[in-house]
């Protein structure tokens, strides 16, 4: 990780910055992008997930895990078209990449394979944000290079790693806020924080098998970061990465929404960061992929630990159970008729990939409880 420590900034011109670092990786800081924030008329915040796209090399890539009737004319395209399907019925704010997001031992060129993995987003112009997975690297370029290559692309709001941090494990680790309506009293303040992560893709500890795990460098920057953004307000947050928390093994079906078909394929230690979200206390969901045919959400000590459900064609599947994605939606109190307060409730909801875009396992993550209730001390903003 030192190679962080020889980082150098090249001021290029005075809008843009150039990032060189020793491995001779150029990177383009990302433009001043938008910033993000509630829309005024629904007063809603609106995040399509899509997890685990294992994009190759488009319409010559073969499709996975179908009917034997669906295997003629299903190509990387059908991945793709889904998206567009998804943002045409949706019209998310921010579309979340949660990781694998191409499949690298089946992309002949990582860039190119990503280009065209993420041209629906760019295309739609909604901004959008992307972790890593652990099929990631496995083309042309490293995980270092992947990372890179994303935050240079159009409309993202993909980070490389927090500028304030000098050594932390992994490549895109940031957080992102989403202001209140414009116009409104909370418009220039964070009404609801995203974290995005780094799971890692294996263990490079020899005596540790399986997958990697966020690791205590990225813990104490989220850490730190939490407790700077609850100073300003105690705005709710969601976190996306790529491998589920050893904790997702904690339910079965009497405690959760949706479906496990297979096992949690979390790192085979249990790294603490499941602790260190309960104990920051802004974070009340998680959104993960890597396990194509778990779909469920599950609620434990106050935080919701969800699967976005298996989104490519290209990616393994199971036969006759259709491709998905996972929606969430952040809405705000009304306080009166024309101004929106903070956030009153978080819910999710999965479409199928089938004819009609099926909606199914609708549920109510989190919600603002009334003043005058249970809750010990009502949520002030500021
Ligand atoms: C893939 O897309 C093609 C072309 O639109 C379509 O005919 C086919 O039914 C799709 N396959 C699946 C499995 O959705
Ligand atoms: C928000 O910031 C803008 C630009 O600095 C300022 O014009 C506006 O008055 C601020 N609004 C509130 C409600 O703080
Ligand atoms: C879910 O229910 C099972 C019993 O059916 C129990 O063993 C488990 O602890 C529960 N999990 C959570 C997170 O509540």
């Not at 509630?38 to 609106?46: A, I, S, T």
């Not at 399907?85 to 992309?107: C, S």
């Not at 609620?299 to 976005?308: A, D, E, M, Q």
């Not at 939606?329 to 479409?351: C, Q, Y």
Request: hydrophobic share 40%; charged share 20%.
């Amino acid at each position: 990780m030192a190679r962080f420590l020889f980082t150098v900034i090249v001021l290029c011109s005075l809008s843009s910055l150039i990032f060189v670092n020793t491995l001779g990786i150029r990177r383009p800081a990302p433009n001043d992008a938008k910033q993000l924030r509630f829309d005024r008329k629904k007063g809603e915040f609106r995040i399509l997930q899509v997890a685990d796209m294992h994009y190759a090399d488009g319409k010559k890539t073969p499709c996975l895990d179908l009917l034997p009737q669906q295997f003629a004319h299903c190509t990387d395209l059908n991945t793709s078209n889904f998206i567009n399907r998804m943002i045409e019925a949706e019209k998310p704010d921010l579309i979340v990449f949660t990781g694998d997001n191409i499949f690298g031992f089946d992309a002949e060129d990582a860039a190119a394979s990503m280009n065209a993995a993420f041209a629906p987003a760019i295309a739609s112009k909604i901004p959008w944000a992307a972790v890593l997975g652990n099929h990631d690297q496995e083309s042309t370029l490293s995980r270092e290079g992947v990372m890179a290559h994303i935050v240079g692309m159009k409309h993202t709001l993909s980070r490389y790693n927090p500028p304030d941090v000098d050594v932390i494990d992994g490549f895109g680790n940031y957080n992102l806020e989403v202001h209140g309506v414009e116009g409104s009293s909370l418009m220039n303040k964070s009404i609801l924080n995203l974290y995005f992560l780094d799971s890692g893709d294996y263990s490079t500890v020899p005596s540790i098998p399986g997958y990697g795990w966020i690791k205590p460098s990225q813990q104490f920057w989220f850490q730190k970061t939490s407790k700077t953004l609850q100073k300003k307000s105690k705005a709710p947050a969601l976190a996306y990465f790529h491998i589920p928390l050893p904790e997702f093994a904690y339910f079965d079906s009497s405690n959760f929404t949706g479906v496990r078909q297979e096992g949690i394929s979390s790192a085979s230690v249990n790294s603490g960061f499941f602790t260190t979200l309960v104990e920051a206390g802004d974070v009340k969901a998680v959104f993960t992929g890597h396990d194509h045919i778990n779909d469920f959400c599950g609620k434990l000590t106050g935080i919701n630990l969800c699967y976005g459900g298996g989104f490519g064609y290209h990616a393994y599947g199971k036969a006759g159970w259709s491709r998905r994605a996972r929606m969430v939606v952040v809405s705000l109190e009304k306080v009166s008729h024309d101004e929106w307060g903070a956030v009153k409730s978080i819910k999710t909801w999965k479409r199928l990939d089938d004819e009609k875009l099926t909606a199914v396992d609708g549920q109510v993550l989190w919600s603002q409880q009334p003043t005058g209730s249970r809750r010990k001390k009502p949520v002030h903003l500021g």
